[in-house]
T-cell receptor, first 113, second 114 residues
Framework: NAGVTQTPKFQVLKTGQSMTLQCAQDMNHEYMSWYRQDPGMGLRLIHYSVGAGITDQGEVPNGYNVSRSTTEDFPLRLLSAAPSQTSVYFC????????????FGPGTRLTVL | AQSVTQLGSHVSVSEGALVLLRCNYSSSVPPYLFWYVQYPNQGLQLLLKYTSAATLVKGINGFEAEFKKSETSFHLTKPSAHMSDAAEYFCAVSEGTGGFKTIFGAGTRLFVKA
């Protein structure tokens, strides 16, 4: 099993550009989520999904869109990149039970100029 | 709403010394608590978790944590630090109302001196 994979590993954007961060998992997990990690702020939840076709907002959803057309994939779209979106982005998956471990991808480091 | 506070953004210990990383939580429902570790340039991985069974939880790499309801704490300890323990550690609590979310603390970076 590959677990949770993310592409790209690094990305540099100019302000106003759009892009999609890819996330895929092969563990048949229902629950997937996107976090951003900023120094001194830990991980903050952007969006999450409890199954194909179902998504919801997390703590910091503005400027990001998600969709979940399959169980395996959960892409994160930046609509119009801003310097405030410079961060490290992590995708995670789990079975969705409160007690379950979340499995994280390796992260995407995004810089917006 | 649930929240997690980690005391100390940086902790430095000597190799062989006790490691103590502090975590306090706030929750209106019985909490499920986690410690994750992040090594440089990697994603997070689970160290241990409390799911209302034993209050003393043992994890990987010799780490353990004790759930103390009266103190709303879930501190992480290891009797003897190793150089390979240098990493960032995150305490987290999972919410259960209306769906599954995990709230993470701000993280504590552990430095281990030779």
């Amino acid at each position: 099993n590959a677990g949770v994979t993310q592409t790209p590993k690094f990305q540099v954007l100019k302000t106003g550009q759009s892009m999609t961060l890819q996330c895929a998992q092969d563990m048949n997990h229902e629950y997937m989520s996107w976090y951003r990690q900023d120094p001194g702020m830990g991980l903050r939840l952007i969006h999450y999904s409890v199954g194909a076709g179902i998504t919801d907002q997390g703590e910091v959803p503005n400027g990001y869109n998600v969709s979940r057309s399959t169980t395996e994939d959960f892409p994160l779209r930046l609509l119009s990149a801003a310097p405030s979106q410079t961060s490290v982005y992590f995708c995670a998956s789990s079975t969705g039970y409160r007690t379950d471990t979340q499995y994280f991808g390796p992260g995407t480091r995004l810089t917006v100029l | 709403a649930q929240s997690v506070t980690q005391l100390g953004s940086h902790v430095s210990v000597s190799e062989g010394a006790l490691v103590l990383l502090r975590c306090n939580y706030s929750s209106s429902v019985p909490p499920y608590l986690f410690w994750y570790v992040q090594y440089p340039n990697q994603g997070l991985q689970l160290l241990l978790k409390y799911t209302s069974a034993a209050t003393l939880v043992k994890g990987i790499n010799g780490f353990e944590a004790e759930f103390k309801k009266s103190e709303t704490s879930f501190h992480l300890t290891k009797p003897s630090a190793h150089m390979s323990d240098a990493a960032e550690y995150f305490c987290a609590v999972s919410e259960g109302t209306g769906g599954f979310k995990t709230i993470f603390g701000a993280g504590t970076r552990l430095f281990v001196k030779a």
